[in-house]
């Protein structure tokens, strides 16, 4: 089957899911309110893409394999207080406090991740930023609605170039 209508649909929700992806990266949210973004690498990295696959059409969402971690929150582990430092120095609007410099804030940084866990951004620790949670709340109706609505037509199209029938079982 031939997916035009579906994949027109897709196409118009890729363009708007990555634009929203990326501008909830860049909104001032939380306690106290602050960007995900640091260098902005995960924004440049928020792709999508639609194809086809073993008669099927799909639409994907990409970004940086850290976007989990952004998205969902991580568990207490170790990081590598230099990926921490040059994060620093990477935010624009990252404020020392006090007397400290950027390896003693690297440092703290590292170890409060290796107790506590990172992205206290909604509802405490580890709870992440809740980007796929906001798409899927903002755009759940929009995307029922346009998958369905233009699978039907290409299925008409299809049902009327195969038997010669329409929708309504005529012919």
Request: net charge positive; aromatic share 8%.
């Amino acid at each position: 089957m031939v997916y035009n209508f579906t994949a027109q649909a897709l196409n118009r929700l890729r363009v708007k899911i990555v634009k929203s992806i990326k501008e909830q990266i860049l909104e001032q949210k939380g306690s106290p309110p602050s960007r995900l973004e640091a260098s902005g690498s995960l924004r440049r990295s928020i792709k999508g893409v639609v194809f086809t696959k073993e008669n099927n059409i799909r639409l994907n969402i990409y970004g940086n394999d850290y976007f989990d971690l952004v998205d969902k929150g991580g568990d207490p582990r170790r990081v590598d207080q230099n990926k921490i430092l040059n994060w620093i120095r990477r935010k624009a609007d990252f404020t020392l406090k006090g007397n400290i410099d950027e390896r003693t804030a690297a440092m703290r940084i590292s170890n409060s991740i290796a107790q506590k866990g990172t992205i206290a951004r909604f509802g405490g620790r580890n709870k992440g930023a809740n980007i796929i949670d906001y798409i899927n709340k903002t755009y759940e109706k929009e995307i029922t609605k346009e998958i369905t609505d233009s699978y039907l037509k290409d299925m008409a199209n299809f049902l009327q170039k195969e038997d010669n029938i329409n929708l309504d079982g005529s012919k």
